[in-house]
Structures are given as C-alpha cells and as structure tokens.
C-alpha cells in the first residue's frame, strides 16, 4: 500500500503516521498468523526493513514516528494477547474465533490494543481507524463486522468514548 493520499488532484499528503503504525502493526501481526511466528525483535526488524523498503518510509522523522507508534502497539499486542483473545471471543459471541479471517483479527487485536493501553486515543478514533483500515484490507462485509466487535469493546471501557484520557 502507497502511504500517500491523493488530496483532490493537489501535490501528495502523508498520511497520519499513527495511521501508518496501525497498518504496520497489523501487517506484522497478520505476516505472524499465517507463518505462526511468535512476536520476535529478528522478525519485527525483517518486517520493518522490508516495509521502509516497499513504502518508502525513509529515516526520517515521519518514519520513525510511523515505526515508534507501530512498535508500542506491537508491544501492547504481545503483552496484552492474552487479554485481546478473551476480549474477541466475550464480545463475539456467535462467532467461533476460527471463522475470523487472519486478517480481520489483526485489524481488531490493534484497535483492541488501542483502546486497552492507549488512554490518551479516543475509542471512537480506535474503531473508525480500525474500520477505514479493514475497508482497505478486507471487504466491506467485514467492515460492519469490525465494527460491531469493537463497538462492544468500547461498551466495557470504563472510560469517555470520544474523549482521550490525559495520563
């Protein structure tokens, strides 16, 4: 995927880079699924050289802060995959974890991840993320799917759905 957005024919804009560590994020995780690879610093590091590599990430800041923010949600995934997989499976209640497409699993343990760990993001943020990401990734069938999952997430937030919490 090109992290450019075209801005009504006008020269090209960057994407938000946590935008940017989202995708990353669920590439990674997504690249683990089908391989059935444990997180690993070896890995995450192929991973990211050949994601600057094919997306033009550069070294400079845009890039790092692209990297950064997809190395704290990797971070939060790992630690907290336990936690996630309960979190799926309570609120998908019709759905055995194994008709979830990798792909989709991915997108929703990042977002879940999100709103887990991340206080100062607004759920909100996290689903409609996590949503305009599935629409790129998967099909639009399972946009509502993700949605309806991480809307049930957001239910059991103890917390302001629109606001971010400051820490």
């Not at 690993?40 to 802060?65: I, M, P």
């Not at 100062?120 to 990734?137: C, G, K, L, M, Q």
């Not at 639009?140 to 239910?155: H, Q, S, T, Y």
Request: proline share 4%; net charge negative.
């Amino acid at each position: 995927m090109n992290y450019e957005n075209q801005n009504s024919g006008a020269t090209p804009e960057r994407m938000h880079n946590k935008r940017i560590g989202r995708e990353l994020a669920m590439q990674y995780l997504f690249q683990c699924a089908l391989t059935g690879e444990s997180f690993s610093a070896a890995s995450w590091n192929t991973f990211l050289d050949q994601a600057n590599e094919e997306h033009n990430l550069g070294n400079n800041r845009y890039g790092r802060k692209c990297r950064e923010y997809a190395e704290k949600l990797i971070a939060a995934c790992v630690s907290d995959n336990e936690r996630i997989e309960q979190t799926i499976k309570d609120v998908a209640i019709n759905w055995a974890p194994e008709r979830i497409s990798a792909v989709d699993r991915s997108i929703m343990k990042v977002a879940i991840a999100e709103m887990l760990n991340f206080p100062d993001v607004p759920p909100v943020v996290s689903i409609d993320e996590a949503v305009a990401i599935t629409r790129d990734y998967s099909d639009e069938r399972a946009c509502d799917f993700v949605n309806g999952i991480l809307n049930a997430v957001k239910k059991t937030l103890n917390r302001p759905e629109r606001e971010g919490v400051k820490a």
